[in-house]
């Protein structure tokens, strides 16, 4: 009959080590894992919010020859540079942020500086800039520019959108994501 040897507390010990160095390895994934899958949503919100901003400038714009002179004409309002970041605006401040249509939900907000919106993620209703129960903000920060040099703004126009978050970041530490959207003046009767 054969003798039964047992493992020796050498052998327990390299065979933990081996698992404790396999579960840690896998451990390091999941905070990748997560900030991956923040971005991605975060991404994907973004593009969101910005179509459905350019979609609605477009519709303003397009609605009528006074909204094409007064958004994009002769007396724009929308600029033809990218705005600059607001450094004085206070993210969470009221009297800076106000909601801009309830068309495009409760959740994007203009700011005192032409050009720059504020969209919040969050869990409330009806969302606002002073809530503590924020998911996410992104700026956005939109322009306009000519389609074609020699087009001028009496026949067409490109909206430029520039979405950056987390907004409580620095600029130059925000992820960006830029759209375009040409929008030509229809035959206004």
């Excluded at 919100?45 to 004409?73: E, P």
């Excluded at 969470?92 to 939900?105: F, H, Q, R, V």
């Excluded at 869990?123 to 998911?135: G, L, Q």
């Excluded at 903000?137 to 490109?158: H, K, Q, S």
Aim: proline residues 6%.
């Amino acid at each position: 009959m054969q003798k039964h040897h047992p493992f020796t507390m050498v052998e327990i010990l390299l065979a933990l080590g081996i698992c404790a160095i396999g579960i840690c390895s896998v451990m390091v994934l999941f905070p990748i894992g997560a900030n991956a899958s923040r971005d991605a949503s975060m991404e994907t919100y973004s593009a969101n919010a910005a179509d459905q901003i350019l979609h609605y400038l477009k519709y303003q714009i397009t609605s009528s020859q006074a909204n094409w002179d007064s958004t994009v004409g002769a007396t724009a309002t929308i600029p033809t540079a990218k705005p600059a970041d607001p450094g004085t605006l206070t993210l969470e401040t009221t009297a800076d942020w106000t909601a801009i249509s309830a068309d495009l939900g409760n959740n994007i907000f203009s700011s005192s500086t032409t050009g720059i919106y504020q969209i919040i993620n969050d869990r409330t209703d009806p969302p606002a800039v002073d809530n503590t129960t924020i998911d996410s903000r992104i700026l956005v920060y939109v322009w306009r520019e000519e389609v074609m040099a020699g087009v001028p703004y009496d026949t067409a126009a490109r909206l430029l959108l520039e979405a950056t978050w987390p907004a409580e970041l620095p600029y130059n530490a925000r992820q960006k994501s830029t759209y375009v959207l040409e929008v030509f003046k229809p035959a206004f009767n």
